[in-house]
Every structure is written in C-alpha cells, then in structure tokens.
C-alpha cells in the first residue's frame, strides 16, 4: 500500500507543472513590423503592415521598422516619396 501512494506521489509531484496556467505571451507570432511602400509607377510611398510582394506594383524603401511612428519619421524623412 504504501509503494502504491508514494509512485502515486510521485506521478502527481512530476506532472502538477503541466497543469500550470500559462502566462499571457504571443507564442509563433512574430512581433508588429511596419514598411515604407513605394508605388514604381506614382512614386507615393505609404506606410504598410505587411511586407509587399515581390514583383509587384510596391517596393520596400529602406528597412523594416518596429513601430508605426518610427516608420511614420522614417517616411518624412525619406526623400524619393512624393
């Protein structure tokens, strides 16, 4: 009996942690990236979410930004855009 309670123990003492709540966290989310859009044919550029396919009508002009007011600083400063 007592072999019996303490693998019995044993089991729960080993698995309690997998029952835990889990923290609030993003997990297989890549964090919130800005770009600045160009259009070849206008040359209005344009602040987008989601990086713009290549070979299309949108180019990526310089890198990638982490929020939208530096990607917004970015593009005032940019000297390519209308």
């Known amino acids: 009996m007592k072999k019996i309670l303490l693998t019995t123990f044993a ?3 080993c ?3 997998a029952f835990a709540a889990e923290t ?3 997990v297989g989310q890549a964090p ?3 770009y600045l859009a160009q259009d070849t044919a206008s040359m209005k ?3 987008v979410d989601a990086q713009p396919a290549a070979g299309g009508d949108m180019k ?10 530096s990607a917004e600083t970015a ?3 940019e000297k390519t855009c209308k």
């Open 45 to 47: 550029c344009q602040i």
């Open 75 to 77: 593009l005032k400063a």
């Open 32 to 34: 919130p990236s800005f």
């Open 11 to 13: 089991v729960l003492a």
């Open 24 to 26: 609030a966290k993003t």
């Open 15 to 17: 698995a309690a942690p």
């Open 60 to 69: 990526v002009i310089g890198s990638v930004h982490a929020t939208r007011a």
